[in-house]
């Protein structure tokens, strides 16, 4: 009888909250889900082959790097302790955080990126819109897959500089899915390298040629089981099982009531997959436009043109926050606590900025904190917020930290392949 009550009071809850049907997850093959661990934590992939796609997204960080900005090529080590090559230092930190990977399998997920450039658009041809154009969309198996198109293809992320190696140098000439492009020349790394050739004759047929297509595809299954993220304390509750905790359940009430967190991180993921401008501070070089002297990055308005998208970015999902952080799109609040502060009062939270709250790696840059001394930057930032003031107490914000604790899936945190002592380019593995 008790069980019964408790069952019931979950399913109300359910219900008030709306969270819609759970997340679909589809099937992968066994064997293209271990290929694509492989070259995920490879740097085969990279112009110089010095980074892999782990070496940003790292199950021992959260699926990010720990860092507010990465330094992608051009660095040495792994998270905090990255430093820069002094051979080959970065021309900058990069202008984004780099985002948790988790869940983004589901197939809710439809767009990529802070900005959301790279999404699901059903008009065109492959169903993927891209700023390069509908020509690199084709072959790719979802968004998700091509996705992982775009770190290979930067400078600064994984392709190096201009005449560094000879994929840098075609993605500067533009020569990208083109015959001998940059998709060509990084296929044919791979392909030279027996083992994988074996495990794609497996996956793709015997000696089917590897196209660029197949790797971001099998590199999309293993994201896509990895870091799959759905059984946490809060999807037990809901689904019946144990409840929260006094303390979390408060702030579950917090969530979906008076915060009003829920009206953008809604769902079962906790996100509503739109764009919002929330204020958030300005800090590393932006993403100015090549005409642009200054640090500014202006969101969704970079992809859409509308000057009422300015200053918007996509709303993440909430599951492991507790493992993401820096948060915020370019990572300037350092703690939970501070980014869900500065929710409470973007405005406020945007003027009275801490610097000391970003975890920056050591890189003398004018451009890291230009924006905060812009006060007409800072006014148009602010004016375009979208939340109004809550006056929460220290009690309810402890409150909602530890419903935010709640939506941890510590089983998928702890990992399900994880990293492979060694890949079969023989390149040292970030562990």
């Known amino acids: 009888m008790k069980w019964m009550i408790v069952g019931a009071l979950l399913a109300t809850a ?205 590199i999309a299954d293993f994201t896509l089981v990895e870091w799959r993220a759905d059984d946490s304390p809060f999807d037990r509750a809901m689904m019946g099982g144990a409840p929260l905790s006094a303390q979390a359940a408060r702030g579950q009430d917090l969530f979906y009531g008076a915060a009003g967190c829920s009206s953008c991180h809604s769902g079962w993921l906790q996100t509503d997959h739109s764009f919002h401008a929330i204020a958030m501070p300005q800090i590393g070089p932006g993403k100015a436009a090549a005409f642009e002297t200054h640090a500014r990055d202006t969101g969704r308005m970079r992809v859409t043109g509308e000057p009422s998208d300015q200053y918007k970015f996509l709303t993440p999902s909430l599951r492991n926050v507790s493992q993401t952080g820096p948060y915020g799109h370019n990572g300037a609040y350092g703690s939970l606590r501070a980014v869900v502060r500065h929710h409470l ?35 148009r930032i602010a004016a375009a917020n979208e939340l109004t003031p809550i006056a929460l107490g220290d009690d309810d914000l402890s409150d909602l930290l530890a419903f935010l604790h709640s939506l941890t899936d510590t089983g998928a945190a702890k990992g399900r392949l994880g990293v492979p002592a060694k890949v079969p380019s023989g390149l040292p593995v970030d562990q």
């Open 345 to 379: 009062d973007p405005v406020a939270g945007l003027y009275a900025y801490d610097p000391g709250q970003a975890v920056l790696h050591q890189i003398e840059s004018a451009d890291d904190w230009r924006i905060l001394a812009d006060t007409e930057e800072l006014a």
């Open 14 to 218: 359910a219900e008030a909250q709306d969270l819609g049907p759970r997340p679909v997850f589809p099937e992968m093959d066994p064997a293209r889900v271990q290929l694509g661990q492989l070259l995920f934590f490879d740097p085969i992939l990279s112009g110089n082959r010095n980074i892999s796609c782990g070496t940003c997204h790292h199950p021992r960080l959260g699926t990010s790097d720990g860092m507010s900005l990465s330094i992608g090529e051009g660095g040495l080590g792994l998270g905090p302790d990255r430093r820069v090559d002094p051979t080959n230092p970065p021309e900058q930190r990069l202008p984004r955080n780099a985002p948790g990977l988790w869940n983004v399998g589901a197939t809710e997920f439809t767009s990529f990126f802070h900005d959301g450039r790279l999404e699901a658009d059903p008009q065109k041809p492959d169903g993927i819109r891209t700023p390069l154009g509908s020509e690199m969309a084709a072959g790719f198996d979802s968004v998700l897959a091509a996705q992982a198109m775009f770190p290979v293809l930067a400078g600064d992320e994984m392709a190096g500089q201009y005449s560094e190696n000879e994929v840098s140098q075609a993605v500067r000439l533009g020569h990208l899915s083109i015959k001998g492009g940059a998709w060509d020349r990084i296929a044919a790394r791979v392909e030279a390298i027996p083992e994988y050739r074996r495990a794609f004759d497996a996956v793709l047929g015997d000696q089917v040629p590897i196209k660029f297509t197949d790797i971001a595809n099998v």
